[in-house]
């Protein structure tokens, strides 16, 4: 386990951490998760929502593959582990979403691995024990690696205010 | 005096104009240009409605659409183009097509000189046309293509000749142009990127003028993405289209394409 790594012992957790990187996230940032069925990728972008201030449910997008909700910045919520083929992007207006200035959160990103900007924030979620998560967030660009720094920074600060 | 009604959504703005055609050019009764990131969908029947009124006039008074067929925004072209052919299907009037960058290019009509448009096509990408104007008239050099803006530059470059540049790839790559061809370039003020009504409307007379509007078939009038999809590809490969790498073929139109090269 490295120090770039958000530890998590429960999704109640996991939403914290989402909470955090909502805090610190800026427009057009781009963050690609992956992690199995039930490692927790949903609970995370509902704590991202939360902390980009939006208000309502943030219901999975398995089914609508994109759902965009109002906050701070918007937030766009994709699933892509219904497309089949990559040219199904191009469909969805998947590039000039990530490029229209809000938040995006990608789910099953790994899907389409060579479709994915250039510099964005992959966050793999890896199941430790029924509760426990790993968070590895790894920045592919200088502004991702920015903001993976500025987000464990947040986790900390929130993590102590918890643990005090 | 035929009311031609003018759109394009595919940009970030919004154009729409109302106008006829004389011989000399078109003439513009009104027109709406409405700068609405991503919401040209909710603004463009009511804004059509708004300019027929201000005018005196009705929707049915309409005699025939001009549509800006992109290369654009992918959303943003497939709404206008839709909604156009609607209209026109509706009121059992021509449907007519221009390029969106040859529009563009419209607003530079008074000048002389070679004018650049680029468009974004995001993921690093651009829609770039070149452009001759000169005594009023605007002519269309290049294709319909998309490419990286450092490959354009140095093709603009080599040209040696001093040329001016407008669209909204300029947001992202001004400084790519200026750096690669220095004092050759001038970059249009931001407030000339995009289409207007008027320009709609030239670009539609000007087409009409040489012949290459078509025949006003609103099953005709096709978009141009430029960037085919994969599954595009794979269906020309079927239907025995050749000439189409993946690429782009010059007409930019996916589907069956009775089209005008410039």
Redesign the interface.
């Given at each position: 386990m490295t120090e770039d790594t958000i530890l998590t012992r429960d999704a109640a957790a996991t939403h914290r951490a989402g909470a955090a990187l909502g805090r610190v996230v800026e427009a057009g940032d781009v963050i690609a998760l992956s992690g199995g069925l039930g490692a927790g990728k949903t609970a995370l972008v509902q704590g991202l929502a939360a902390g980009l201030g939006v208000s309502g449910h943030v219901p999975s997008p398995t089914f609508n593959i994109l759902l965009v909700h109002p906050g701070a910045l918007p937030l766009y919520h994709f699933d892509l582990y219904r497309l089949e083929r990559p040219d199904e992007l191009v469909d969805i207006d998947f590039w000039e979403t990530l490029e229209s200035g809000g938040v995006s959160a990608i789910e099953w990103a790994d899907r389409f691995p060579g479709e994915l900007p250039v510099d964005r924030l992959d966050v793999v979620i890896d199941v430790v024990d029924e509760t426990t998560r790993a968070l590895h967030p790894t920045g592919t660009g200088s502004r991702s690696r920015l903001l993976a720094r500025r987000w464990l920074a947040e986790w900390r600060t929130d993590t102590g205010r918890v643990a005090g | 005096m035929t009311l031609y009604l003018a759109l394009d959504t595919s940009t970030e703005e919004l154009a729409v104009g109302l106008g006829s055609f004389t011989p000399e050019g078109a003439h513009l009764i009104g027109e709406v240009n409405l700068d609405v990131?991503?919401a040209s969908l909710t603004h463009l029947v009511p804004s059509i409605e708004r300019l027929v009124a201000s005018a005196d006039l009705r929707v049915r008074d309409i005699g025939a659409v001009i549509v800006g067929r992109g290369p654009g925004?992918?959303?943003g072209v497939r709404i206008g183009v839709a909604t156009a052919k609607g209209i026109a299907q509706g009121l059992g009037v021509p449907l007519y097509g221009v390029g969106t960058l040859d529009a563009i290019a419209e607003r530079f009509a008074g000048r002389d000189g070679l004018l650049g448009v680029v468009s974004d096509a995001?993921?690093h990408e651009i829609y770039p046309a070149l452009f001759r104007c000169s005594n009023g008239e605007v002519r269309r050099l290049t294709p319909h293509r998309v490419a990286p803006p450092e490959v354009v530059a140095e093709e603009w470059a080599a040209l040696g000749e001093p040329l001016v540049i407008t669209g909204n790839g300029l947001s992202k790559y001004a400084d790519v142009f200026t750096a690669t061809m220095g004092g050759e370039v001038s970059l249009a003020h931001e407030a000339m990127w995009a289409p207007t009504g008027q320009a709609l409307l030239a670009a539609g007379w000007r087409a009409r003028a040489a012949g290459e509007a078509g025949d006003g078939d609103v099953a005709t009038v096709l978009p141009v993405y430029t960037?085919l999809?994969?599954?595009?590809v794979n269906e020309r490969v079927r239907s025995g289209i050749t000439g189409s790498t993946g690429a782009t073929p010059a007409s930019g139109v996916a589907g069956p394409a009775r089209e005008t090269r410039p």
């Open positions: - | 990131p991503r925004s992918f959303t995001m993921r960037r999809s994969d599954a595009e």
